[in-house]
């Protein structure tokens, strides 16, 4: 039966603390809480340890939290311990059972977002994450900057004492603010203080409806302390409404059927591909359109040119329709361009030239048609620049594009005809032609330098190729030039779970670890290919994993330095004629070098390295992986060239 707060009877024995000794605990239990709040202060000593207060006779408020995110489906919850949710840390953890979810106890908030971040993108459900007041959404503000730049749903609880009578005096004032979610509604979807619990319990079901509705993005429930720490006394039921998830929007039907002729009839079509797969289904659907057309297809990194990776796993790196490493030349040649929930859409069909006057040439013919199919455009905010510039375009679609491809598949079906297919049969052999040349020009590249110390990228991504191969393998992080791109054969959607969007460093390693945390049920082997400096942005997440037993392989790609930055200050430095010997003042991480491997081995993990020979690759990374495989974080150093 129900009580009238709406929880059942037997639950409401939960909160009933009684005192650490028998004697003292008969004795409170019997004494109303004011009586005993003016007898024994709280935190107290007896002859028999720190006294415990009866302070609630029922539940919290914190319980009926805990409910509501149980609903939700929440398997973790990360967090770095905060003073503002302490009540709901405890129900999560007491009256939740620390189970469903379960809390990842995180050293940083950056790397607690970050974390949900990876986590998502492996597990296509989002993971809860824990802030405390006005320094943990600043600490977070980052990897949530990078959540929203990548579409990614993180789920945000932001503790915060709003009503300031109730703040004890000192630090609770200065770690709390009057709007906790401002710092931040800039890059977030939606956001919302609830003032009572049934406010509570629909926004924060409200918020991960939003976070998962197409484009999704993160949302934020502030949690007010009072809330959390008060009895429940309300003299109406507290319900829990029910989610239903949003279907994605489709692009206009019309707009589908035009989109279809002009794909037909063209002689070259081409698909650039970003954030499109947010599932397995629309690498399938890109799959089989792509087929039916013999069209080709580039899964582009945004603002790289050539693209060498995407957002997310969109299409099978070694499938003779992937044009990305051929891009240049597959977009010069198409006459109707198609991007799919592609971020800079300009870039791919423009190439920027950084010099002391900065400008582009239009890399696609002046007389291609231009189209795209996105969702992207149904949600822009002003002041951060991430949606690029803008790129006019002969069709535009809003829609999820993921979910309207079955209609275009179905579209062009309608309009392919006999005299067609021929013409597309011999297009479609072309292009595995000249992809076949460009997967083996790759394969000749990467023998420069083979036997070179420091070690080649391009070694590097072959040697961690050869000893996962056989696993059933997910690189969770990494680039390395573009090498595994060229290198690896990529087929499975959660195999490759693109950037961090925002290009915020201090993404990697935490993003893998969340991701590693999703792949763990499903027996996956994660790869970490982990840069340095990136790295040292939140290297406390190494402790995380280890304590969490977060199985992942990290291969430490240790240039010692800003590459990046050293490129851009040799550029500054050719361009005003005087040479680039000093580039590295101010960007070099050496002397001393950092010791990655021991650092790893203080904080748990296996570790071996530095490795700066090629021929001690192979062993050092089959004893790793070994150690991964029972179920333990693994890392291995190795010195390698810049890029």
Known sequence: MSDSDGFSSERRKFFKVAAATGALA?????????????AQPAGAQT??????????????????????????????????????????????????????????????????????????KAELKPMAVMA?????????????YNAWCDRVPVYLILGNTFDATMRAPGVEWVHSVQDAAMPVRDYTKWDDMPMSLQHFGESAVRAYKTAMTPPTAPTVIVADSELQERPIHTDRPLTIP?????????????????????????????????????????????????????????????????????GRMNFPTRHPLNQTFRSVAALGAADVVVGLEIANFYGAVNNFIDQE????????????????ISAT??????????????????????????????????????????????????????????????????????????????????????????????EDWA?????LSGWPLRLWDFTKHYQYLGVSGGSGIGYGLPAAIGAALANRKHGRLS????????????PGVLWTAAHHKIPVLTVLHNNRSYHEEVMHIQRMGNRRNRGVDRAKIGNEIDNPAIDYAMLAKSMGWYAEGPIKRPGDLAGALKRAIAVVKRGEPALVDVWTQPR
């Open 242 to 310: 029910k989610l239903s998830l949003t279907a994605p929007p489709q692009a206009d039907s019309g707009g589908i059927a035009e989109l279809a002729k002009m794909l037909v009839a063209a002689e070259q079509p081409l698909f650039v591909a970003d954030r499109l797969a947010r599932t397995p289904a629309g690498m399938t659907s890109l799959v089989t359109l792509a087929e039916l057309l013999q069209a080709g297809v580039i899964s582009s990194l945004p603002n790289t040119l050539p693209p060498i990776a995407a």
């Open 475 to 479: 690189l969770v992080n990494g680039n």
């Open 357 to 372: 006057e900065r400008t582009e040439r239009r890399i696609v013919r002046a007389n291609a048609k231009l189209a795209t």
């Open 527 to 538: 790869v970490n290919i982990q840069n340095d400096g990136d790295m040292m942005y939140a």
């Open 26 to 38: 008969a004795a409170q239990a019997a004494t109303p809480a004011a009586a005993q709040t003016a």
């Open 132 to 144: 405390h007041g006005t320094v943990g959404v600043q600490h977070a503000s980052m990897a949530l």
């Open 47 to 120: 002859a028999g340890g720190p006294s415990a207060q009866v302070k609630t006779e029922g539940r919290c408020g914190s319980d009926y939290m805990v409910d509501v995110l149980k609903t939700l489906g929440f398997e973790y919850v990360c967090a770095n311990p905060g003073s503002s949710f302490r009540g709901l840390h405890e129900s999560l953890i007491n009256y939740g059972g620390n189970s469903k979810p379960e809390l990842i106890t995180c050293l940083h908030e950056e790397s607690s977002v970050a974390m949900g971040h990876g986590y998502f």
């Open 377 to 470: 455009e149904l949600m822009q905010k002003a002041n951060y620049q991430d949606f690029q510039r803008y790129t006019p375009v002969d069709l535009a679609l809003a829609g999820d594009a993921e979910a309207s491809l079955p209609l275009l598949i179905e579209a062009v079906r309608r309009e392919l005809n006999v005299n067609r297919r021929e013409a597309i049969e011999v297009r479609g052999k072309a292009l595995a032609g000249a992809s076949g040349t460009a997967r083996e020009r790759f394969r000749q590249d990467a023998l420069y330098a083979w036997d070179a110390s420091p070690i080649s990228t391009a070694r590097l991504a072959a040697e961690i190729w050869e000893a996962v191969r056989t």
